[in-house]
């Protein structure tokens, strides 16, 4: 269902509902400062990206999704592409 929406600043806008949507995040920069969106695919092969304004929206990554927690020697943390996707060595496996 799309429907139409005036926000409380007066603006319109045309709504229709994320649930289920499936995509990809992406990084992008606009002035030197990193933007986050999510990329939608179309059948056609054409793409839609939205702005990331939500502040809390959950995400899950597929198990087919080459990525990776890190956290470095100082504690900082990471999600990132996999090792093997980086080309970096791995020096010890732990279980």
Not at 4 to 25: D, P, Q, V
Not at 60 to 65: A, L, N, S, T, Y
Not at 79 to 93: C, F, N, Q, R
Request: net charge negative; hydrophobic share 30%.
């Amino acid at each position: 269902m799309n429907r139409i929406i005036k926000t409380s600043g007066g603006n319109t806008l045309r709504e229709k509902s994320a649930a289920g949507a499936k995509g990809i995040l992406i990084r992008s920069f606009e002035d030197d400062k990193p933007m986050y969106g999510f990329r939608i695919y179309n059948d056609d092969g054409t793409f839609d990206d939205y702005k990331l304004s939500h502040c809390d929206l959950a995400v899950r990554i597929d198990e087919d999704e080459l990525a990776s927690f890190y956290e470095d020697e100082n504690g900082d943390k990471y999600l990132d592409e996999t090792p093997e996707t980086m080309g970096w060595e791995i020096v010890e496996s732990e279980n």
